[in-house]
């Protein structure tokens, strides 16, 4: 994976997501992590979001992405956390899953 992710390691190094190994995942607000991806190259090709049927509250969503430039594919699925607006998201970089991006 030959992906420059200097924006979303930023993301990371001020605290704005964070990695938790009980969840497998990171942890922070969704929107955030979707606009570093778009800053490190990639356009926004698919977006869902799904509601919870008892209040209509976001319950998570899918977002994928492709970098015109470099062909490379992003996605991330997220799961809305019960304090709003964190929530666990699952990042993958052409199929790979970042858990630490690369500096």
């Not at 990639?42 to 977002?63: I, L, M, N, Y």
């Not at 594919?73 to 607006?85: K, L, Q, R």
């Amino acid at each position: 994976m030959n992906v420059v992710m200097s924006s979303l390691n930023a993301l990371r190094d001020h605290g704005g997501m964070s990695w938790s190994e009980r969840k497998h995942g990171w942890t922070g607000v969704p929107e955030r992590i979707l606009d570093a991806l778009a800053r490190d190259g990639f356009d926004e090709c698919k977006r869902a979001v799904t509601t919870s049927r008892r209040d209509s509250q976001s319950a998570g969503g899918v977002w994928q992405g492709l970098n015109p430039r470099t062909g490379s594919g992003a996605s991330a699925i997220w799961v809305t956390d019960p304090t709003p607006p964190d929530a666990t998201i699952f990042i993958q970089i052409d199929g790979a899953s970042i858990t630490r991006p690369e500096r």
